[in-house]
């Protein structure tokens, strides 16, 4: 098993650096050429988008209290308000029909519970509710897999007859990592000497896998209820998603390899391996020791096989060096059990909009091609949904984003290159549909569609050149190397009245 990991790696690496020089995709395509029922949507999340935070009994998520609390990333803003989408839906709806969007992706609030457009639900999108964070810890106690299941369970009954693609969990690696270990997301914990910032509570060492543990066990729960219960009346999907870097070894060094195969198993691995085997990777049981919760034999029957897809948010690539003496650290984290350092590729693919400007996310899409044919080769292909993709940048800059055109142009290119050779994706959503507050820097930067006047009142919808982009190639527009010619006085649109 680990010379045939090894030897697909080696082919990614060689296939990585040629196409790090010159990216390649289809010559010229359209939405038609990808297999029928394949999905093209754009995605959003409950407190990011949603506003009216004290209305209609909703209560504290653990996001309101971290957006609430920090000022350091999110720059003093937060979700309270955010878009207003929980009053303005029905002018969202019209603008995604207008678009010719075939699905949405959003998430249910928890902490608030209570179609034209194809619904794709994530039912926990880092909003855990205060109280349940308050009570018990939250998702370091057995306790929450039982809270999760009856959650899921009143969604399932709630919106089951309309929602096919139920996702139980975002970025379930980033929301243990960055909440548990490095302490900078919901719900900041972490310990000395670990941690980006001083937390006042947890255990890096120890509560990133029991976190992540406890998830897999609620997904895993989740799922066989609904396999019970509602899936042969509603017909409906389960599945996970994680966040996905590709990882490329910074030499062709064999340790640097191996390190890149390792940073794969932590990464993916971690969440993926107990769904398709029943277990986590061996080499986190090596290097996490006791430290990494076991599946009883009951535990891996149930969680083995608990998911009909899997989805991925891609944005970037990244570089893997190997780092062993990461190991003698005692006591460690996650981050040292992986035992290498990473670093974010900082330049384009291609030339055409460099150099690149610090909010923008370096142009690698033949990273998303490398982390699809991963799934392929060492997951068993499974049915697969691109949930997350799309280009950073300032947020009151221009309505005219040519960067983020290109990006998703020639991702969604390569992604058709990847359906060709054999890939089992059944769907892409850029994010974001609308310019909503951001985990990483609130509203500083946007990846939206629609520009939102936040010092509007009425928090008036923009559409931007990319809008007219995604809503041309929704619609059966051809897609040329050089893009779609685009109709409209666009520069009158990012004129200082709307760009303040």
Known sequence: MMMKKLGFLLQLLVASLVKAEIVSGADEFTRYDFP??????????????????????????????WAHSDSVITGGANGDIACDQYHKYKEDVQLMAE???DAYRFSI?????????????????????QALEDEYGGWISRKIVKDFMEYADICFRMFGDRVKYW????????FTMAGYDLGFLPPNRCSSPFGYFNCTRGD?????????????????????????????????????NLLSFYFVPCTNRTEDVI?????????????????????????????????????????????????????????????????????????????ADMAMDWKSMQENASSKYTPLPSSEIPLTPWGLQGVLELFKQNYGNPPIFIHENGQRMQRNASLEDWPRIQYLQEHISVLLDTVRNGSNAKGYFTWSFLDVFELLDGFRTGYGLYYVDLDDPELRRYPKLSAEWYSRFLKGGSIAPDGIELEGNWSSLSSAKVMK
């Open 36 to 65: 029928p029922g394949f999905v093209f949507g754009a995605a959003t999340s409950a407190y990011q988008v949603e506003g009216a935070a004290n209305e209609d009994g909703r209560t504290p998520s653990i996001m309101d209290t």
């Open 99 to 101: 678009m010719g969007l």
């Open 109 to 129: 609030s928890w902490s608030r519970l209570i179609p034209r457009i194809e619904p794709h639900v994530t039912i926990h999108h880092f909003d855990l509710p």
């Open 167 to 174: 996702t139980t969990f975002n970025e379930a690696n980033i």
């Open 204 to 240: 890096s060492s120890l509560e990133p896998y029991l976190a992540a543990h406890n998830i897999i066990l609620s997904h895993a729960s989740a799922a066989r209820l609904y396999q019970k219960k509602y899936q042969s009346i509603q017909k409906g999907y389960m599945g996970l």
């Open 259 to 335: 390190a890149t195969q390792r940073a794969n198993d932590f990464f993916l691995g971690w969440f993926v391996e107990p769904l398709v085997r029943g277990d986590y990777p061996e080499v986190m049981k090596k290097n996490a020791g006791s430290r990494l919760p076991s599946f009883t034999a009951l535990e891996s029957q149930r969680v083995k096989g608990s998911y009909d897809f899997f989805a991925v948010n891609f944005y970037s690539a990244s570089y893997v060096k190997d780092n062993p003496e990461s190991l003698n650290i005692e006591p460690r984290d996650y981050k």
